[in-house]
Each structure stands twice: as C-alpha cells, then as structure tokens.
C-alpha cells in the first residue's frame, strides 16, 4: 500500500506506505483529519489531483459508517409485518465467512452460542464482534478497522488483541485507526500519528511511543457549568402533576427481571435511585446493560412487567411515556442508529427539549438560542445546518451528548456515550458530568466498559454478570 502526495482540504501528507506483515496503528484525535484519511482508504477508487494511490485489490474494512449500513440493510430486510412475530435479522453465522475455519476465534469471542441468532438480537459488543469477525474470515489480506475497542469488554479487547496478532502472523496487512494513545494495539509495529491534516511522527512501534507525550489534546467539548446553573437549580423543576417532589426516588426497580422469548437476561435485581445517586454499571457483553436502561426509559416491553417506579409513579398505572421522557436525556448506540431521520445538526440538538428524533414543530427563539449554546459547547456552530448524517461519527455524538443535556433532565441515562470520542474530549464530557453531579442538577445513570471512565462522582457501582 503506498500513497504519494496527498492533498486534500483536510490533508497535506507527503506519504504514507504500508507493507503486508506490517500492523500499523494510525493515531488521531477527533478532526485532526484520521477519518478523512480513513475514508481515503477505504475508498474502492479514490482519485485525487496529482496524489499517487496503491491500494491493495481486496481489504476488509470495518468501521462505524460499514456497522451503520449492515443496521440500514437489516431494516430494509426487516419481514416482521409479514411474520406473526418479529423478524430476528439476518442470522450470526451468515456474517462469518467459513465459521468452521474460526470456531476458536469464535470462542475466544464468546460468539459461539450466539450463531443461530438474528442480527437484530445481539448487544452492541456482540454486534461488533460480529462484525469484526466477519471482517477477519472475508479472506482479505488487509484489514482496516476504525477504532475497534469501543463497546467491547475487558476479555474482549484481549481476545482482539490475539486475533489481529494471529492475522499478522498470517502474513496480513493491518491498519487500525484508533482516537486514544491508550487504545494503540499491543501488537502493533508501526505507529503513525495525524495531527492537524498532517503525520508528523510515523515509524516503528518503539521510536514513536516516547514521542507520544509531544502530543497536545484540545477537546471540542467544553461546557461552563456557572451558564448552565441559572437555568436549573433543583432536581423536580420538571415535577409531574400529583407527584411527590424533591425527595422522591428517581428510579426503583423491585426483584427486576428481563427476558427474550422466555430466556432471562437479568432477575432478582433491585435498583433504588434518588437524587444525587450517580450510577456506573459495568459488566461483560451481552450481560444485559443496555436491556436494563431500556427497561427504565420505556423502551424495553419488560417496563411494563416489573415492579418499576419512574419518579414516585408507579408504571403501568396510566402514566404517559412522553411525561416520563420530559425528564430524561438518553445518550446510547441504539438510539444513536436509530437516529435517521432527515434534519440539520441543530434540529438533533433541539429536538432534545421536545423528546422527539427531528423536529415535529416549529421551534421557538428561546430553543433555538438554546440550542445554538450547545453547538458552541460542542464547536459545532460552523456546521449547524449540516445534516446530522454527514457529520463524523464523534461529531454526531457530540450533537448527541448535547442533545441528551440540553434540558439538564432529573435523569440523565447515559449507554456508552463516548463511542468514537478522542481522551480529550472524553475526559471533557465526564468532568462536565462531575460537575453536573457536585452542582446536583441531573442524577446520571452511566453504562462503561472504560475503567478510565469510572470516576469519583458515581457514588454506587452496578457489576452485572458477575
Ligand atoms: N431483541 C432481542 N432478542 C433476543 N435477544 C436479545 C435481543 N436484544 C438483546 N438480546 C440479548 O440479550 C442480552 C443482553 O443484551 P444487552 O444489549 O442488554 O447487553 P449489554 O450488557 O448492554 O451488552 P454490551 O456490553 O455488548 O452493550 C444479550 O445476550 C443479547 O444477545
């Protein structure tokens, strides 16, 4: 693989090869131009002005755009009003090229029990790992990955260690694009650096490493928690009509259960959540994180099947969901794929204060001032009326994030939100969250897989699985 000269409004890189047996992790933050040197790369037929490309025939490319097409074309497939029950996806194994060649792999994966099952019934870890497999198994001689750690547990991560490391020694070529020193692979032999458009550092594993430290993280977030105070100075300002305010539990979970098509995910758990009781859950894919904040925001039909109380209210009782919502702000992968409606990057930030994916109504000045605050909060006042889509996958969580706090919501229900996110601004997005949680304006419900995400203002901690 060899690229000579590129120029590009985004890039200014003289070159950049690449030999097969190499495993090369390429490093960048958020906008330094790492995902428009992907997108180079994954092209079929890139064509640029007076730039030289030799790209290899065949590579297998995993990345957040190539997991958000496999949802789209499942959704197209998707035979549920034709069935008298729901259309499971496209099976596991299809996604797996030869899965006997891999049943070792497989296993490390902890993927084996779960081959007959459809797409659209794995976690987002097991997806990935779905797909990553998928990548590995297509027979490709080189592999291109987009940061691959982000949503795999602890086991995970070192499986994936050992499986790039089998490849290599299969004589593969290896390319892995990562946004955090920390996630550089253990086995990689050359790392490259992306700094501002430009590769100031390139070269071997052990040259580059002490090099790193050179490195300066400006985040895109940055959020003044003394502007948000005014607006918000308790947690019930949004307190429903008969409820108990103030001191009411935010959430309780009695003897909590969930279950798919009569096989459990969790049971026996009892959850109880007042103000102030930020909460970090952890626990290995698949051991039902996400089933567990689906089940508090209403997104899970199991909410209506336990004891559950949101706010003082009984559900099930005749409440409304859109009540409910009005006090919650939901960052999660889920949601994030889901949200494909058509609309500007300051449509997705607003439709945060109406509960809604897009805007239904014409919003007022207020809102959109507002709004516009967030975009600042987040740089992306320059691309206000861009559609969302276009926008990086670390810009539309961003938006996301700002999406999820533009009300301060009591509760702020939070799945992973720093998918794809560079350290800068994830250590960014967590200290506002400290101060979110030291000024008591919203109670956090925060699913990780990330020790370093596990900060002081979680007062209680939710292992699952173990
Ligand atoms: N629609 C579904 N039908 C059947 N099984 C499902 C469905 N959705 C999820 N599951 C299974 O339920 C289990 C829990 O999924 P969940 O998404 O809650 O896990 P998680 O702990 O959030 O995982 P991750 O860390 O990968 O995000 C998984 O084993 C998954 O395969």
Known sequence: MKLENIKTPDLNIPLFEAAPGQFWC????????????????????????????????????????????????????????????????????????DPDQYTDMICAFGMDHLLEQGYRQLSTGQTRKLLLLSRISSGSQWLLIQSPFDGLDKAGCRQLDMALDHCRGCGMGILVFVYDPGDIPAGATHIAVI??????????????????????????????????????????????????????????????????????????????????????????????????????????????????????IRRGTGESIWDLKKRMGIVSTDFHRNYRVAGSVLDCVMSGLYDTIGIYRRPGPEDEKKAMAWLERTSLRDKAGSPFRTLSYADQRLALIARALIKLPDLLVLDEPTHG??????????????????????????????????????????????
């Open 26 to 97: 390429i490093l960048g933050q958020n906008r330094s131009g790492i995902d428009s040197f992907f997108s180079l790369l994954s092209l079929d037929h890139a064509k640029i002005p007076d730039t030289e490309i030799c790209l290899p025939k065949d590579m297998g490319i995993f990345s957040f755009a190539g997991q958000q097409e496999v949802f789209e074309q499942e959704l197209k497939s998707d035979d549920t009003d034709f069935m008298d029950r729901l259309d499971p996806g496209t099976p596991a194994r299809a996604f797996i090229h």
């Open 421 to 466: 996110l560079d350290r800068a601004n994830r250590n960014a997005v967590l200290d506002f969250l400290g101060q979110v949680a030291m000024e008591k304006l919203s109670t956090i419900l925060y699913v990780s897989h990330r020790e370093d995400e596990f900060r002081d203002f979680f007062v209680s901690h939710i292992r699952m699985g173990n």
């Open 195 to 312: 700094e501002n458009g430009q590769m100031p550092f390139k070269g071997s594993r052990q040259e580059i490493l002490p090099r790193l430290f050179e490195l300066q993280g400006q985040a895109n977030f940055s959020a003044d928690i003394n502007d948000l105070k005014p607006v918000k100075n308790t947690f019930s300002e949004n307190a429903l009509p008969g409820e108990v305010p103030q001191t009411t539990e935010l959430v309780r979970l009695e003897d909590g259960h969930a279950s798919y098509s009569g096989k459990p995910v969790f049971s026996h758990l009892n959850l109880c959540v007042a103000p102030g009781d930020h909460t970090l859950i952890s626990g290995p894919n698949g051991c039902g994180k996400s089933t567990l904040l689906q089940v508090i925001t209403g997104d899970h039909p199991a909410c209506y099947r336990n004891s559950l109380w949101l706010f003082g």
